[in-house]
Structure formats: structure tokens, C-alpha cells
């Protein structure tokens, strides 16, 4: 309870932190919508739908060995052949960052050996 009301004060406090992780995101979505990859709005969290697990787990590895922590969401999780990466931002990110992760996404996704990219449902 003590941790939730002490998250509950820096929400009140430092709103800013509100609007920095949305404004990320909109970077992020655009970026990648431009690509074909994501659409839509909503929250921090980003699905990238990649289509079969083989190629969200190679994108994954490749983002991994980019310097990312993001992971492949694959069946049973989700349905067959809407395997994805769940992309969360959050507010110590800078721009900079974000469009690097952007950037290292779009390159392991083009040199991915597996079957096209299916837009995010």
C-alpha cells in the first residue's frame, strides 16, 4: 500500500513524466507506422505484430543484441501467426533513444528471413 500511495504522489508531482513517455510514444508510433509496422494510439505500450514466432524471436535477438530488452510474445500467448513485440516506453527514455530503437527495430525487421510483417490488429 505504501508503494502505491508513493507512486500515486510522483504521478501528482511530476506530471511532466506523464507527458515525456506520450510524447515518446507518438515518436515511436509514427516512426514505425511510416514503415508499415504499428497504427493506432493508446498507451506506452507498442505491439509490433511480426506474424510467425520465428521471426519475433529473430527481431527480438537482433534488438537484444542492439542493447534493448524487448520480447517476443508468441502463441499460446497469441493466437498463431500474430507473434509480436510488446514495446513499453517509459519516462527515463530521451528521443534520442527512442528514435535509436526505432531505427535498430525497422533494421531487424527488413533483414529478417521469415515471412512478411502483418500490421498490428
Do not use: C, Q, W, Y
Not at 515511436?28 to 504499428?38: E, H, K, P, T, Y
Request: proline share 7%; hydrophobic share 45%.
Amino acid at each position: 500500500a505504501a508503494a502505491i500511495d508513493a507512486a500515486l504522489d510522483i504521478v501528482d508531482a511530476e506530471p511532466e513524466r506523464r507527458r515525456r513517455v506520450a510524447a515518446h510514444t507518438g515518436t515511436l508510433r509514427r516512426i514505425l507506422a511510416d514503415a508499415g509496422l504499428a497504427r493506432g494510439t493508446g498507451t506506452h505500450i507498442v505491439p509490433v505484430v511480426l506474424g510467425e514466432a520465428a521471426r519475433a524471436m529473430h527481431v527480438a535477438r537482433e534488438l537484444s543484441a542492439a542493447g534493448f530488452d524487448v520480447r517476443a510474445i508468441r502463441p499460446p500467448t497469441v493466437p498463431p501467426d500474430t507473434s509480436r513485440l510488446r514495446v513499453s516506453i517509459n519516462a527515463s527514455l530521451d528521443e534520442a533513444t527512442v528514435e535509436r530503437f526505432a531505427n535498430a527495430l525497422l533494421a531487424a525487421v527488413k533483414g529478417s528471413p521469415v515471412r512478411e510483417v502483418r500490421a498490428e490488429p
